[in-house]
């Protein structure tokens, strides 16, 4: 690696495991609680921070943290609230400051499931190789 390029540490967190409902901890076979380091870590970053709704831990003290998402919810799967959806992401993405270059997003309707989006994110971590992430998005509530 070069000299000039400087690689960032992309840390190690509690490993959360998502459901419909949100997230909990993952716990190992052994009872004991996992984590996840490094990209695993920058990719549950990211689907957190997707999750939570902007201002949501304002009380805790981080009231830009989260994205809109939520203003999707009870949309149309149409075109126009995709790109909504894509213009969201993407602000969210710049918030990450482990992130170098967000080199693409894309927005798909489900084919299972009209109702629900797959956003599919590639990133570039500083100093690191791009990874892909890819997060389904439920525009009705179930």
Do not use: W
């Not at 959360?16 to 609680?33: T, W």
């Not at 894509?86 to 710049?94: K, N, P, S």
């Not at 482990?98 to 956003?119: F, L, W």
């Not at 994110?121 to 500083?126: E, K, L």
Request: aromatic share 2%.
């Amino acid at each position: 690696m070069s000299k000039d390029v400087k690689r960032v540490q992309l840390g190690r967190d509690l490993k959360l495991e998502f459901n419909d409902l949100g997230a909990d901890l993952a716990v190992g076979p052994e009872g004991d609680i996992e984590t996840v380091s490094e990209s695993q870590n920058l990719a549950q970053a990211i689907l957190a921070r997707l999750s939570t709704s902007k201002g949501e831990l304002a009380d805790l003290g981080h009231p830009e943290y989260g994205s809109r998402l939520i203003d999707a919810v009870g949309q149309p799967n149409t075109q126009r609230v995709r790109n909504m959806i894509r213009r969201i992401v993407m602000d969210c993405l710049g918030e990450e400051e482990r992130i170098e270059e967000v080199a693409g997003v894309t927005v798909r309707t489900n084919p299972n499931n009209m109702s629900r989006v797959d956003i599919e994110m590639v990133v570039r971590p500083a100093g690191g190789a791009p990874m892909s992430i890819t997060l389904p998005f439920n525009l009705e509530v179930e």
